[in-house]
């Protein structure tokens, strides 16, 4: 049933939008056992990935996201970002303008991608988006358009915070903060959850480790889908330049406030034989919150040497 709706779906468009291209996604929602922040929890997934796959469709396509839910409790998803032009049915925002995509069910989103650059989607149960349910959507530029702030490279991050109980029993601090979806959880801060055996690997965390090239200029693209808290992210002995925010060309200080998203650039520039970190930290964070920062890693390729060189984990 699912795969006929989207068949046709897709052939109207193709006859409606001469000219337009059409994106089709088929994607498959539910729970799996995952590792975020080095403690095995269960996660939601679209096709077995967490963060979700990225939309990627020119300005102007038209694009059809079929949706089926494997969870035992209601979905929505919400598309930031996307100005929802004539498909307000498609905007995410359970019983606004959406009836919620019961459990075992099927539903077609569908919109016109129309503004510029990459934004994240998550899911309208914030419980969900805590637990994995995000990603991008990518909306590139017409061929004939240059790009205003031209870079070597690209890199998409989102930024987020993670509960080990139930969700709806932290009204407070997050337990750790993801770069994205890695990071280190202190358990020994917090009574662990979990029964499973291999639980938590503190010994091991895992880090995002980004290698650079030397005299390159890269843009990060940097959004959040925290369930409270707004981060702060630097990258040390780096500057960093801001160049658009949530499609904006425009300049703030970054604070990254949860369903934003800002452009930066970044020239690597500094001595190629260490390595640098990154991290994420609450704004206004209360002096006797545990919360540790969220941390990545920066390097110069080729490598210098092992990644915790420099880094305060």
């Not at 419980?127 to 990518?138: A, K």
């Not at 750790?176 to 662990?192: C, H, N, Q, V, W």
């Not at 919360?291 to 040497?305: E, K, M, N, Q, R």
């Given at each position: 049933?699912?795969?006929?709706?989207?068949?046709?779906?897709?052939?109207?468009?193709?006859?409606?939008?001469?000219?337009?291209?059409?994106?089709?996604?088929?994607?498959?929602?539910r729970r799996e056992l995952k590792s975020p922040s080095s403690y095995k929890k269960q996660v939601v997934t679209i096709n077995?990935?967490?963060?979700?796959?990225?939309?990627?469709?020119?300005?102007?396509?038209?694009?059809?996201?079929?949706?089926?839910?494997?969870?035992?409790?209601?979905?929505?998803i919400h598309w930031d970002g996307t100005r929802q032009i004539k498909s307000l049915g498609s905007d995410g925002t359970e019983a606004i303008n959406q009836r919620p995509i019961f459990p075992g069910e099927n539903f077609t989103y569908r919109f016109i991608a129309d503004r510029l650059g990459k934004s994240p989607y998550y899911s309208y149960y914030r419980s969900q988006t805590v637990d994995g349910l995000h990603g991008f959507i990518d909306v590139l530029p017409p061929y004939s358009m240059t790009e205003p702030s031209a870079c070597d490279y690209g890199k998409s991050i989102i930024l987020d915070d993670q509960y080990y109980k139930s969700?709806?029993?932290?009204?407070?601090?997050?337990?750790?903060?993801?770069?994205?979806?890695?990071?280190?959880?202190?358990?020994?801060?917090?009574?662990?959850?979990?029964?499973?055996?291999?639980?938590c690997d503190g010994i091991n965390p895992e880090y995002l480790h980004w290698r650079v090239l030397p005299g390159k200029t890269y843009r990060l693209n940097i959004s959040s889908v925290t369930a409270q808290s707004a981060l702060s992210f630097r990258i040390e002995d780096h500057n960093l330049t801001v160049v658009e925010a949530?499609?904006?060309?425009?300049?703030?200080?970054?604070?990254?406030?949860?369903g934003k998203t800002y452009s930066v650039k970044i020239k690597a520039d500094q001595d190629p034989s260490r390595n640098y970190s990154i991290t994420t930290n609450i704004v206004g964070q209360n002096a006797s919150a545990t919360t540790p920062l969220g941390l990545a890693v920066l390097s110069y390729s080729p490598p210098a040497g092992p990644i915790q060189n420099d880094v305060t984990p």
């Amino acid at each position: 049933m699912g795969g006929s709706m989207t068949l046709l779906l897709l052939l109207l468009a193709m006859i409606g939008l001469a000219g337009a291209r059409v994106r089709v996604y088929n994607w498959d929602v539910r729970r799996e056992l995952k590792s975020p922040s080095s403690y095995k929890k269960q996660v939601v997934t679209i096709n077995r990935e967490s963060p979700g796959p990225t939309i990627q469709a020119g300005r102007g396509d038209r694009v059809f996201v079929s949706v089926i839910n494997r969870l035992e409790e209601n979905l929505a998803i919400h598309w930031d970002g996307t100005r929802q032009i004539k498909s307000l049915g498609s905007d995410g925002t359970e019983a606004i303008n959406q009836r919620p995509i019961f459990p075992g069910e099927n539903f077609t989103y569908r919109f016109i991608a129309d503004r510029l650059g990459k934004s994240p989607y998550y899911s309208y149960y914030r419980s969900q988006t805590v637990d994995g349910l995000h990603g991008f959507i990518d909306v590139l530029p017409p061929y004939s358009m240059t790009e205003p702030s031209a870079c070597d490279y690209g890199k998409s991050i989102i930024l987020d915070d993670q509960y080990y109980k139930s969700y709806y029993d932290c009204a407070a601090e997050p337990e750790s903060l993801l770069i994205p979806r890695k990071g280190k959880f202190d358990y020994a801060e917090s009574t662990a959850p979990s029964s499973h055996p291999t639980a938590c690997d503190g010994i091991n965390p895992e880090y995002l480790h980004w290698r650079v090239l030397p005299g390159k200029t890269y843009r990060l693209n940097i959004s959040s889908v925290t369930a409270q808290s707004a981060l702060s992210f630097r990258i040390e002995d780096h500057n960093l330049t801001v160049v658009e925010a949530d499609g904006h060309y425009i300049v703030p200080s970054l604070i990254v406030y949860s369903g934003k998203t800002y452009s930066v650039k970044i020239k690597a520039d500094q001595d190629p034989s260490r390595n640098y970190s990154i991290t994420t930290n609450i704004v206004g964070q209360n002096a006797s919150a545990t919360t540790p920062l969220g941390l990545a890693v920066l390097s110069y390729s080729p490598p210098a040497g092992p990644i915790q060189n420099d880094v305060t984990p």
